[in-house]
């Protein structure tokens, strides 16, 4: 009988914090971003329009978890974004600031920065989660495709 209420109570256990675990495991790895990043570089140098309709694809491969891969060229034009396609309209974003209160910082002039003077990095910024208007912090990986004008990133929230 004492083994059944405590096997009962393991169920039970088990079953309130099954959902949690679930949203533990949607967060996306840092190391997962880069070997994203890395994937979507491969193709866009294999074939650089399929790589940005599949970039540009919200039911693709490189949206995933709670993150996306997304592409600009080094003049700040976003080339492809699942979530936001109408970035894609906007021209040159060097002039939006990220939504820091204190201390804004222009991410897209940064995301160009990293690409060209390293090849590759993470940037530390404050934007809002989609379905949101309250910043948070972000941290996004920008790399260099090859020796191309075009970069792609990926951005975990905290």
Same mark, same amino acid.
């Given at each position: 009988?004492?083994?059944?209420?405590?096997?009962?109570?393991?169920? /039970?256990?088990?079953?309130?914090? @099954?959902?949690? +675990? $679930?949203?533990?495991?949607? &967060?996306?790895?840092?190391?997962?971003? #880069? *070997?994203?990043?890395?994937?979507?570089?491969?193709?866009?140098?294999?074939?650089?329009?399929?790589?940005?309709?599949?970039?540009?694809?919200?039911?693709?491969?490189?949206?995933?978890?709670?993150?996306?891969?997304?592409?600009?060229?080094?003049?700040?034009?976003?080339?492809?974004?699942?979530?936001?396609?109408? /970035?894609?309209?906007?021209?040159? @974003?060097?002039? +939006? $600031?990220?939504?820091?209160? &204190?201390?804004?910082?222009?991410?897209? #002039? *940064?995301?160009?920065?990293?690409?060209?003077?390293?090849?590759?990095?993470?940037?530390?910024?404050?934007?809002?989660?989609?379905?949101?208007?309250?910043?948070?912090?972000?941290?996004?990986?920008?790399?260099?495709?090859?020796?191309?004008?075009?970069?792609?990133?990926?951005?975990?929230?905290?």
């Amino acid at each position: 009988m004492k083994s059944k209420i405590v096997f009962l109570a393991f169920l /039970l256990l088990s079953s309130m914090l @099954l959902p949690f +675990v $679930a949203v533990a495991e949607e &967060d996306a790895s840092r190391e997962e971003i #880069v *070997e994203m990043c890395k994937k979507a570089e491969t193709l866009l140098l294999t074939n650089k329009e399929a790589g940005i309709a599949e970039i540009a694809n919200k039911e693709g491969q490189f949206v995933w978890k709670n993150t996306y891969v997304f592409l600009m060229d080094l003049d700040g034009n976003m080339l492809a974004h699942p979530m936001i396609p109408q /970035l894609t309209e906007k021209g040159p @974003l060097f002039h +939006v $600031a990220d939504k820091n209160p &204190d201390k804004p910082k222009m991410i897209f #002039v *940064e995301f160009v920065d990293i690409a060209r003077k390293n090849g590759e990095g993470w940037i530390w910024y404050m934007w809002p989660k989609p379905n949101s208007r309250e910043p948070v912090d972000k941290f996004t990986y920008i790399r260099r495709v090859g020796f191309t004008d075009m970069l792609v990133g990926a951005g975990i929230y905290k």
